[in-house]
């Protein structure tokens, strides 16, 4: 390359990442080096045009963004103006080099967060800081109870999907490995490095970063099982040993096979607006999902042939073992095939994981099938695994290998007990009215139309009507659906059939696999205890329950998904509901007296606003706390919570500990979602991080928050304050949400149309029931079109009106102990802080003046003196002269991004600009120039590493 030839890079300010100042220059250099590999592709690839016009925009749009009023609006234009004027395949490439810059400085950042991570001293890592406190406060018997009640389950969801392709995100994990070879510059090493390095770059720039087709939710599992395969085999064995290891040196044990953390899944199994995800899908994703389990289930068991070496000749005969393995020759002949049994005769536990081998392989021949299990032949479920292992490790034992049975061989089995048959273990979701038409068309078909001696029809039952009825039919014996279902004549109607379906996939995925394979069934838009009641009773026709048999028995949990701020304030009433109904009683008890209940963040938010959002869920969980504390009943929360903070997201750690005490008994789940699965996941470090995180705050939340932290005097009285806080938070989102040029406004604003053609998801964004406008719009496209245009309404909109009114109210110190003292209104203030320094409204108004007719412009100002007035309610609260003062790591790193987050947002309003005035025309819109607004759209999401 010309030494004259210039090449725009990151590196002049680039953030700190960590405390520790020797990280800042290492880091800035890694992204000289990377950008500087991309110049040179540029220019291979389109010549020194490219470089310029990369340099020129990006100052145009570092002038434009340090200048206010209309001097900002004016040069704003002008740089408009300049991108409007280039040929498409040239504005293109300029949104796709920019978006580029990001990738790879996301790359070097997360590769120096590895080595923050790796440069911490044990003594400050999270297990071992929250196990060594626990013991030393309560002592190891507390401590060992705290670990007997762990059950952390993070579940992978589909929604959002990450908004680059897998074809790209291999390649940048291709890169962070080979960054995290440290070399010497100037040496072979280096110059090998950056020879790898540049090719794969330029191979990033050739791969195309759109999809041309929806992905399927097939091709969905496919995206998270590689995730999951990953943290099996790679994280979980370390994760598992170094958790026992430090337990041991506190007192306490982690029992072997018991899985304190462990991922489930609803990918497949998420129906709820996807009529993509059919009964015969959820079969598909669980023998996908079996597939991968297996695969790692042969690996293990491989690595032990080759390990456990050891002889009866020197420790003796276990006639045991003996035995087990003669019945498992003459049930399986198939294993003579693999090994020959007189050249291994004295090496028993050689024979015995040969034949588990050998059982596994005739599993997977099983399900591939659909044959019937064969006891002894292969394994029906992870439980009959997880036996094997037992044999083997009491016969060790017996002879004196307890350190054999104690090391590899132990950690084996508790990974493989947390992969079971399945790899995670699998949510199915579907809406509350849903169940509801399916009983109405089973009552009608069995000529009950008179359900109340008035002639009522199940359709016009009230809900306490349908309560009373439902509960009384679960303690019946009679079948409501018996022949009348499952045929292919079946007199329902197809979609009703299709709903019932699902339950007898249920039925279908535990005989395969197991009941652990799908576990809970959620009913989405729970208002009453109906809605439970009646899935609670279309399962038992399915055969999942079984209350009046000799042997009573419960496969499957049914949790209320609790998501609009009606719900969440009736939360205790309706799990009193339930839990006072003998019959659904009886099914807790069976399911061990635990009950799930999910609560959900998006849609509160999209309603009622963060501030009320997070407060309506924090007073639910202390209602449901309370009412499950009354009945003998241990409650697992589930927490739906999405990556930006419009959907609950924010740090997991601050989020967990943020609960009000005594919510936490060591069960917990809540969901891993789109971009943050491969922000968290994609190298084993962070994913390391993020196990450990997670169940070091489980941990430290059941073992340490029984009690409030604040005295209950004082908690009240925050309570008050904050409930004020929430009315008038309230009172002025719904000013803006109430607008009837909402909608219109959120249209021209944003490039919300355009999610649909990204194909980065399987889900449709437009709920298919007959609600319109911003009803009808699910909550991540809303928190999307925001977050694209710069505004992010719902990660602050209304919290400085509940701020100034609360202060306003003589009640400015208690805000300030609130901000001190409670680990919740702490956290949800950070949240609203970042989200504050993210939003633009200097960018926000280039969409408006561009996009938005002037008749809407109200709105706008509207949203920006809220803004404004929060910017300033935050930092008089939290004692800063600018946003993120208390966080310069972040401030830096969001300041950076913004100098190259600018010009892709400009070139987005002149994109959407030009489509839209060529549909005002009346022209077909190029498909060049919808590929160059969907670059704009992956680029925006790429810089602030969100989607929805």
């Known amino acids: 390359m010309p030494e004259n030839m210039h090449l725009p890079t990151l590196t002049a300010e680039f953030p700190v990442v960590g405390d520790d100042p020797h990280i800042d220059a290492p880091l800035r250099a890694t992204v000289r080096r990377l950008s500087t590999m991309l110049g040179q592709t540029l220019a291979d690839q389109h010549g020194q045009e490219l470089l310029d016009l990369v340099e020129e925009v990006r100052q145009l749009s ?59 001293d044990t003594d ?13 406060e309560l002592g190891p018997e507390a401590l060992q109870e705290t670990i007997d009640s762990l059950d952390t389950r993070l579940v992978f969801t589909a929604h959002p999907t990450e908004a680059s392709r897998r074809a790209v995100l291999t390649k940048l994990r291709r890169i962070s490995d080979l960054l995290d070879n440290d070399t010497a510059e100037g040496t072979r090493e280096r110059e090998k490095q950056d020879r790898h390095l540049a090719e794969i770059i330029e191979l990033i720039w050739q791969t195309d970063e759109l999809r041309d087709f929806q992905p399927t939710p097939q091709d969905e599992a496919r995206n998270a099982l590689y995730y999951l395969q990953q943290i099996y085999e790679i994280t979980m064995p370390g994760f598992i040993e170094d958790l026992r290891d430090e337990a041991r040196r506190h007192g306490a044990d982690v029992p072997v096979g018991r899985v304190p953390l462990r991922f489930g899944s609803w990918i497949g199994g998420d129906r709820d607006g996807n009529p ?32 456990i070496s050891v002889s009866s000749t020197i420790v003796g005969v276990d006639e045991e073992i003996g035995d087990s393995v003669d019945a498992d020759f003459a049930a399986n002949p198939a294993i003579g095939d693999t090994v020959r049994r007189d050249l291994f005769e004295r090496e028993q536990y050689r024979l015995k994981l040969v034949a588990m081998r050998v059982k596994v392989d005739r ?83 069995m000529g009950e139309d008179d359900l109340d001696g008035s002639g009522a029809s199940y359709a016009d039952l009230t809900r306490e009507q349908r309560t009373d009825l439902l509960g009384r039919e679960l303690g019946r014996g009679r079948p409501i659906a018996g022949a009348l279902v499952g045929t292919d004549d079946s007199p329902l109607s197809d979609s009703a059939a299709a709903v019932f379906s699902v339950f007898t996939a249920i039925r279908d995925a535990h005989r395969t696999y197991g009941t652990d394979a799908i576990q809970t069934y959620i009913v989405s838009m729970t208002r009453g205890a109906d809605d439970l009641l009646a899935v609670a009773l279309l399962a038992r026709e399915a ?71 997070q407060w309506e869920i924090h007073q639910a969980q202390r209602r449901l706390r309370d009412v499950a504390a009354k009945h003998g009943v241990t409650l697992r929360l589930f927490h739906g919570r999405g990556g930006s903070v419009g959907r609950g997201g924010g740090p997991t750690y601050d989020a967990i500990l943020a609960q009000p005490n005594g919510v936490l008994e060591g069960e917990i789940k809540f969901t891993e979602q789109g971009e943050v699965i491969s922000d968290k996941y994609t190298l084993p ?86 609600e319109k406008g911003l009803d009808g719009l699910r909550a991540i496209p809303w928190v999307f079109g925001w977050t694209q245009s710069r505004q992010i309404v719902p990660g602050w909109f209304g919290a400085g009106s509940g701020l100034k009114a609360a202060r306003e109210a003589g009640l400015g110190a208690d805000l300030r102990d609130m901000y001190e003292q409670w680990h919740f209104f702490r956290t949800v203030i950070s949240n609203v802080e970042m989200t504050l320094a993210k939003t633009d409204m200097n960018i926000a108004a280039q969409y408006v003046h561009a996009l938005v007719p002037e008749h809407l412009h109200h709105l706008f100002d509207a949203i920006r003196a809220e803004y404004d007035l929060t910017v300033a309610e935050v930092e008089r609260l939290t004692d800063v002269v600018e946003l993120l003062d208390n966080n310069p790591v972040l401030k830096r790193t969001l300041s950076v991004r913004d100098r190259y987050l600018d010009p892709i947002n400009h070139m987005q309003v002149a994109m959407l600009r030009r489509v839209r005035e060529a549909q005002a025309r009346g022209e077909d819109v190029s498909e060049m120039e919808k590929r160059a607004l969907l670059t704009t759209i992956n680029g925006v999401a790429a810089g602030l590493k969100n989607t929805g």
Do not use: C
């Open 62 to 120: 570092k002038h434009a963004s340090s200048a206010d009023g209309d001097d900002g609006t004016r040069r704003a234009e002008t740089i408009q103006q300049r991108l409007a004027d280039l040929p498409i395949e040239q504005a293109t490439a300029l949104t796709r080099a920019f978006t580029q810059y990001f990738l790879l400085a996301n790359a070097a950042e997360q590769v120096y967060r590895v080595r923050a991570i790796k440069d911490t």
């Open 124 to 136: 400050k890592q999270w297990i071992p800081t929250t196990i060594g406190q626990i013991a030393d």
């Open 276 to 307: 993509y995800v059919t009964a015969d899908v959820t079969r598909d994703v669980l023998a996908m999902q079996a597939e991968t389990a297996l695969d790692i289930t042969r690996g293990v068991l491989t690595r032990l042939i080759q390990s």
């Open 363 to 445: 599993t997977r021949d099983r399900i591939r099938s659909g044959s019937a299990h064969q006891p002894g032949v292969d394994y029906a479920s992870g439980d009959e695994i997880q036996a094997d292992f037992d044999e083997v490790r009491d016969s060790l034992r017996a002879h004196r290998g307890n350190r054999v049975a104690d090391g590899e061989l132990a950690i084996a089995q508790s990974v493989l007990a947390g992969v079971g048959l399945t790899l995670a273990i699998l949510d199915v979701r579907e809406h509350a009215e849903k169940h509801h038409d399916l009983l109405t068309e089973l009552y009608a078909l």
């Open 543 to 613: 055969g999942l329950v079984d209350l009046r048999g000799q042997h009573p028995r419960a496969d499957i949990g049914f949790t209320p998904l609790l998501e609009t701020v009606d719900e969440l304030r009736g939360a205790g009433r309706i799990l009193d509901e339930l839990l006072s109904n003998e019959h659904y009683r009886e099914i807790v008890r069976l399911r061990g007296d635990r009950h799930e209940v999910m609560l959900g963040y998006s849609d509160s938010n999209k309603e009622s606003g963060v501030m009320t959002s």
């Open 685 to 770: 470090v962070l994913a390391r991080e993020n196990l450990d995180l997670s169940l070091a705050a489980v941990m430290q939340g059941s073992a340490l928050h029984r009690e409030p932290r604040t005295p209950k005097d004082r908690l009240a009285h925050f309570g008050d304050v904050m409930q004020q806080v929430s009315d008038a938070a309230f009172a002025r989102y719904r000013t803006l949400i109430d607008d009837e040029n909402l909608p219109e406004y959120f249209v021209a604003s944003t490039p919300v149309e355009q999610l649909g053609e990204l194909n980065i998801g399987s889900r449709p964004s437009k709920r298919t029931t007959s």
